[in-house]
């Protein structure tokens, strides 16, 4: 087995991924002079980075993995399963709250259905009073500004062409002056000991601000999530938060689930 790394190690590699997630790519000569260290520690940093699943070496530096497919592609996976998470996490919201979306393509599914664009809804589209928005996502922004009775406020910053959704700290200093009742956030997998995980630390950072912020909080994921591997954990994830499926976990994943504080809900 492999050692973990020491901590001085351990806080050049932390700095290297925010880089990574920030820029999408880091230089060996850059972080040698950062860190004011030789190069050939650096690349010893990212051989080990890279090992772990965190990162792609290149030529002079690294990049990040290109593991996430863009969002229209994560659209076509399981369409019918994130649209009923959708429909569950819509049910959940009611005129005058403050409700925090998060990007993805499940979240995204829960905008079409709170816009009643569900294809598979019985019931005509839903007249909302008062109902607040706040999200970092361009196409759930889009999509609900068009509603009457939603008022949706951006959370700002550099946009991510993958994820056509703004992260970092522009973000999070404007999700900080809402009050929410309500927080949808994504994931990028649910290992079999129960984590929740994400490819990056800049959109795992935020989605976990949200979690926090909101009295109560969702995790939407679908049965593709399942026993997927990757590289952030999500956290903290706040004890009672729910975790709204397509389909039941197997069991050694969900009773590790209900150890780490997770309300399971099975959308139908």
Not at 39 to 60: F, N, P, S
């Given at each position: 087995?492999?050692?973990?790394?020491?901590?001085?190690?351990?806080?050049?590699?932390?700095?290297?991924?925010?880089?990574?997630?920030?820029?999408?790519?880091?230089?060996?000569?850059?972080?040698?002079?950062?860190?004011?260290?030789?190069?050939?520690?650096?690349?010893?940093?990212?051989?080990?980075?890279?090992?772990?699943?965190?990162?792609?070496?290149?030529?002079?530096?690294?990049?990040?993995?290109?593991?996430?497919?863009?969002?229209?592609?994560?659209?076509?996976?399981?369409?019918?399963?994130?649209?009923?998470?959708?429909r569950a996490g819509?049910?959940?919201?009611?005129?005058?709250?403050?409700?925090?979306?998060?990007?993805?393509?499940?979240?995204?599914?829960?905008?079409?259905?709170?816009?009643?664009?569900?294809?598979?809804?019985?019931?005509?589209?839903?007249?909302w009073t008062g109902?607040?928005?706040?999200?970092?996502?361009?196409?759930?922004?889009?999509?609900?500004?068009?509603?009457?009775?939603?008022?949706?406020?951006?959370?700002?910053?550099?946009?991510?062409?993958?994820?056509?959704?703004?992260?970092?700290?522009?973000?999070?200093?404007?999700?900080?002056?809402?009050?929410?009742?309500?927080?949808?956030?994504?994931?990028?997998?649910?290992?079999?000991?129960?984590?929740?995980?994400?490819?990056?630390?800049?959109?795992?950072?935020?989605?976990?601000?949200?979690?926090?912020?909101?009295?109560?909080?969702?995790?939407?994921?679908?049965?593709?999530?399942?026993?997927?591997?990757?590289?952030?954990?999500?956290?903290?994830?706040?004890?009672?938060?729910?975790?709204?499926?397509?389909?039941?976990?197997?069991?050694?994943?969900?009773?590790?689930?209900?150890?780490?504080?997770?309300?399971?809900?099975?959308?139908?």
């Amino acid at each position: 087995m492999s050692q973990p790394p020491r901590p001085i190690a351990a806080r050049r590699h932390d700095e290297i991924l925010r880089r990574l997630s920030a820029d999408g790519n880091v230089s060996v000569e850059e972080m040698a002079l950062v860190f004011d260290v030789s190069r050939e520690t650096i690349r010893r940093d990212l051989k080990a980075l890279a090992g772990r699943g965190h990162l792609a070496i290149v030529h002079g530096g690294a990049t990040r993995r290109a593991d996430e497919p863009a969002l229209a592609d994560r659209q076509s996976d399981n369409p019918e399963g994130k649209a009923a998470i959708g429909r569950a996490g819509a049910r959940l919201v009611e005129d005058g709250m403050v409700v925090l979306l998060d990007s993805g393509a499940t979240t995204l599914a829960l905008a079409h259905a709170l816009a009643g664009l569900d294809p598979s809804a019985s019931r005509e589209r839903p007249a909302w009073t008062g109902l607040t928005i706040c999200t970092n996502s361009l196409p759930i922004g889009l999509c609900l500004c068009r509603i009457p009775g939603i008022r949706v406020h951006m959370l700002g910053g550099e946009v991510s062409v993958g994820d056509e959704a703004a992260f970092g700290t522009e973000a999070i200093a404007a999700l900080a002056r809402f009050r929410a009742d309500l927080a949808f956030v994504g994931a990028g997998g649910i290992s079999s000991a129960g984590e929740i995980t994400d490819f990056a630390l800049l959109p795992t950072d935020l989605r976990a601000r949200m979690l926090a912020s909101a009295e109560r909080a969702y995790i939407v994921a679908d049965r593709t999530k399942f026993g997927r591997l990757t590289p952030i954990r999500l956290q903290p994830i706040p004890r009672g938060t729910g975790l709204i499926v397509d389909a039941a976990p197997p069991p050694a994943m969900a009773g590790a689930l209900a150890e780490r504080g997770l309300d399971l809900v099975l959308a139908r």
